[in-house]
């Protein structure tokens, strides 16, 4: 059984944030990640086909209005179907 | 005038009641099973938690194991690039959006991945390769769980965000917490009332012990019909208060006796001597008073003595005394004694002995209560009459020896009573005696584990003659 987040590094992490130590940030939910997956959906072969082509629409759409979490979720059903074997 | 000043060790201590309440038996009762209760709860929440929480943690590192291993597994195949192809496919792939993976050159530059930098607590930790750290997700730290390995000189980690499961995590211990305290409040509850319940149970015999020491010895223990240990323990009280009674009943039976038994051969002593004293012409006269008050004073000495041996026996003060014995030579002794009493009154004394009886036991007091009962025989037998001394060992029972009269027998109601200090039936005022052989012989019987038993000898028939049979525990 793994041992969980000691408590003494618990209490140092803001305390690292304090020091001026960036914590390590998650990229993918970025617009620039949504544009790579949009590529990457293009170059597969069933990104014509339903669904992954109306995912894959909403995906952009709301990268483009901001919201690149929810788009970058929407891309990847997209990609997922679009690898599904017909 | 002012008073004396109270000595320090009379004043009362203020925390007496706390102290006497913390000692109570109830307290501890009520306590071993807060305490029960409290770890059966703290035994349930573990398993809970190891169950749910331990297991989400568990499935969390086999599935980064595995994703690690075939990372590994690509990198073999086709080195760097095939790694990074990997982990984009991956985190395209990703539709919960928990993945984390970061692929850095030897010189330290990203390669693949969705971390911009590694992390300071990554391969750091006690667990070797794993380890936790906080990440940056959309400007919220979030905790992710790492397990970070060499691909040559590159370095890898494979990664899960693990705030979901960490606010799940959350949720089951604010859920536990809830419980335990649910649990102590029960556990306390539980406890108050556990103790209650032993103090009603208890509060019976508690008033009826206060009640006989305040001198009220008629009172007993109530039951409350529901025949559990509470009832058994007045059960127990009211056969000891029943028994203390009867011993104190026959304490002051025993001291009219003695007042009353001893102040006749007292009061003729003291005549015969006031009489002699006052016709001193006579020499004679004077030396049969003296006589006789000396065999009245040899009389009392021998009922003092009776009086003592039967206390000893009864205290069991004798039973150190005890040694492993052949009893039936002892028998044949006895029997041979009062043989020459019972040829001299025309009366048969026989026996029917074993070759061998092992016994341990007092020899000199088995004796004496073997010969007080054939001299009670012998003294209420008939001239011509028999009586028969038969002695037997039985592997269950123990052993018996029985003597056997042909003389009037003892009415039933007087058989109860034939072992009481100083009872004579009220046929027998006639004859001589103490009314305190029966009582040494019953004594005995009970030092050596057994006792007196009373019965017809030839039932039926007229007069039916006594059978006393004096039963001794297994040798």
Redesign the interface.
């Known amino acids: ?5 000691p408590l003494s ?1 618990m209490l140092a ?1 803001p305390l ?2 304090a020091t001026g ?9 970025s617009q620039e ?1 949504c544009t790579e ?1 949009v590529g ?1 959906l293009a170059r597969l072969p069933g990104a014509g086909g339903e669904p992954a082509r109306s995912l894959g629409a909403d995906g952009m759409r709301l990268c483009e209005e901001g919201q690149p ?1 929810a788009g ?2 929407k891309l ?2 997209a ?2 179907a679009a ?1 599904a074997p017909p | 005038m002012t008073p004396p000043p109270i000595p320090q060790e009379d004043l009362p201590n203020p925390w007496d009641p706390l102290l006497r309440f913390l000692r109570s038996a109830g307290f501890r009762f009520a306590l071993l099973f807060a305490v029960v209760f409290s770890s059966a709860a703290a035994g349930f929440a573990f398993v809970l938690w190891f169950a749910t929480a331990g297991s989400l943690d568990r499935q969390t590192d086999a599935a980064l194991r595995t994703d690690a291993l075939g990372l590994m597994e690509r990198w073999r195949e086709g080195g760097p690039g095939a790694v990074s192809d990997a982990i984009a496919e991956r985190l395209a792939a990703d539709v919960e959006n928990h993945a984390i993976y970061l692929l850095l050159d030897p010189r330290g530059v990203r390669v693949a991945g969705n971390l911009d930098r590694w992390p300071a607590a990554a391969g750091q930790g006690p667990d070797g390769p794993w380890s936790f750290a906080f990440v940056a997700r959309e400007g919220i730290s979030v905790e992710a769980r790492l397990y970070t390995m060499n691909l040559g000189e590159y370095r890898l980690i494979a990664g899960r965000d693990i705030e979901e499961k960490q606010r799940l995590r959350d949720t089951l211990a604010e859920g536990i917490a809830w419980s335990s305290a649910a649990a102590s409040i029960f556990a306390l509850v539980g406890a108050a009332v556990l103790r209650r319940a032993l103090a009603n149970r208890l509060r019976p015999a508690t008033r009826t012990a206060e009640a006989i020491a305040a001198g009220d010895l008629s009172r007993r223990v109530p039951s409350s019909g529901l025949e559990d240990e509470f009832d058994r323990l007045g059960e127990s009280m009211n056969a000891m208060l029943d028994r203390i009674d009867r011993l104190m009943e026959g304490v002051r039976g025993v001291s009219d006796s003695i007042a009353h038994d001893l102040r006749t051969p007292i009061a003729r002593a003291r005549a015969k001597l006031e009489e002699a004293l006052a016709d001193t012409a006579e020499p004679g006269a004077l030396r049969a008073a003296i006589e006789q008050a000396i065999a009245d004073l040899d009389h009392i000495t021998r009922v003092f003595g009776a009086l003592l041996r039967i206390a000893e026996a009864e205290a069991g003060a004798r039973r150190a005394a005890f040694a492993s014995f052949d009893l039936a030579p002892v028998l044949a002794d006895v029997a041979e004694f009062y043989g020459v009493v019972a040829e001299s009154r025309g009366q048969a004394l026989v026996t029917e002995l074993p070759d061998r009886i092992d016994l341990v036991g007092d020899r000199d007091l088995l004796a004496q209560a073997v010969g007080n009962l054939i001299d009670n025989a012998l003294k209420f037998t008939p001239p011509g009459g028999r009586v028969l001394l038969s002695a037997r060992s039985l592997p269950r029972e123990g052993i018996e020896i029985a003597v056997a009269d042909s003389g009037p027998g003892l009415p039933i109601e007087d058989r109860a009573r034939a072992g009481e200090r100083f009872f004579r039936a009220d046929a027998s005022r006639g004859t001589p005696g103490s009314g305190l052989g029966l009582s040494l012989v019953r004594a005995v019987a009970h030092l050596h584990g057994g006792d007196l038993v009373l019965g017809d000898a030839e039932p039926g028939r007229l007069p039916p003659g006594l059978r006393a049979t004096l039963r001794l525990g297994i040798a």
């Open positions: 059984m793994p041992i969980r987040l590094v992490a690292l944030i130590e960036p914590i390590p940030r998650i990229t993918s939910d990640y997956l990457r979490r970058v979720a990847r059903r990609i997922r690898q």
